[in-house]
């Protein structure tokens, strides 16, 4: 008897010695045994201690806030722990009055044994909370830098717009002139198919002028790829680029367009842009490291847009999912013309 009792005073301190709280019940609650710290948490969150077991957890998953404590509820932190509700294994979690937070965790050992357990997880939760909070910075800064990249895109279209617009005002005043002057020398019938070809060049730019580059190709590189580091994501060119205006203009307006897509849509942080030329003319696959795609994606303005442009040139646009999505852009040799006054 003696050494029963001393046997269960050994045990006694033993679980008490535990750092943590830490109960055994049978099924209906009556307590086997119970360490001083479960007792003492228990009586901060209810007001007494472990009488019942099974009464005892009903009630903390009743709790709520209170002068003491408050239950955290919140997902990006119990939801990473694996938070459970069956009814073998079930979790909750409070943070007391010093800050400190304790996981209590109700399993069923065996078919008739349950066991409460309160473990201080303090250290954890503060990592994740200033994980979360790093999350939700980024977020917003990768928001604030789509938008940024809509911005700069929407305010360059309006310059190359402006641009053209002068450029297509001059063109028709100079067509006004030639034909004043071929009127006014009565040489008309000579210059009625040069004039003819000028109108409708002048008049054919006037009606696609959302969708035409007119800045320097030299300067649409640079602006692509200022653009491109400003939010983060890199483009990197395998292969030759077009020696073609025509074509290269097409290759820097798909690749605006998959960048904004890019970062706006998948977070990619790189882009590639694969050329290979051949006798039948450039083809072109564009692809980034961002987010695979679970479904074929809508086309909005910008990439209607840019097929409209593409296929107004001849070109050809085709969009891969793999699983990522790539940008396949075909220009046929024959619809690289140089324009008058232009290199090849």
């Known amino acids: 008897m003696i050494m029963k009792k001393q046997t269960v005073k050994m045990i006694k301190q033993a679980i008490d010695s535990y750092p943590g709280g830490i109960c055994f019940a049978t099924l209906d609650g009556r307590v086997i045994l ?22 005892t957890w009903e009630k903390l998953e009743q709790c709520t806030d209170s002068p003491t404590s408050k239950r955290l509820n919140k997902p990006w932190f119990t939801q990473s722990l ?18 400190s937070v304790w ?36 977020h917003e800064m990768q928001e604030r830098q789509k938008s940024l990249l809509d911005n700069i895109v929407q305010i360059n279209q309006n310059k190359e717009i402006l641009a053209i ?4 005002h001059d063109e028709f005043g100079n067509c006004l002139l030639a034909t ?43 602006e692509l790829l200022q653009v491109a580091e400003l939010i983060g994501c890199k483009v990197n ?16 307006a798909s690749v605006r367009e998959a960048l904004t897509n890019a970062v706006r ?9 694969q050329i290979d030329k051949s006798v039948s003319g450039y083809h072109i696959e564009i692809s980034s490291n961002g987010a695979a795609v679970n479904s074929e994606i809508k086309e909005g303005n910008g990439l209607s847009g840019l097929r ?25 040799t024959d619809v690289i013309k140089p324009q008058k006054g232009e290199n090849k």
């Open 103 to 138: 996981r209590f965790e109700w399993q069923l050992i065996d078919k008739n044994t349950v066991q409460i357990e309160a473990a201080e997880i303090t250290r954890l939760y503060q990592l994740s909370e200033e994980l979360h909070e790093n999350n939700v910075r980024l």
């Open 308 to 332: 409209r442009r593409l296929e107004q040139e001849g070109a050809i646009l085709k969009i891969l999912y793999n699983p990522g999505v790539t940008l396949v852009v075909d220009v046929p």
């Open 34 to 55: 119970v360490n001083e710290k479960m007792n003492e948490l228990v009586n901060e969150l209810l007001g007494h201690t472990i009488l019942n077991a099974k009464v």
């Open 82 to 99: 694996d938070e459970t509700t069956d009814n073998d294994h079930r979790r909750i979690f409070f943070q007391f009055a010093d800050k």
């Open 165 to 168: 617009k002068m450029r297509i």
């Open 237 to 252: 060119f395998i292969g030759d680029q077009p020696a073609e205006r025509l074509a290269l203009r097409l290759v820097y």
């Open 265 to 273: 849509h998948a977070d990619a942080t790189e882009l590639t842009v």
């Open 180 to 222: 004043q002057k071929a009127i006014s020398e009565q040489n008309l019938p000579e210059n009625v198919e040069e004039l003819r070809e000028n109108w409708s060049n002048t008049i054919r730019n006037f009606s696609n002028i959302p969708m035409i580059w007119s800045v320097p190709d030299a300067a649409l590189q640079s």
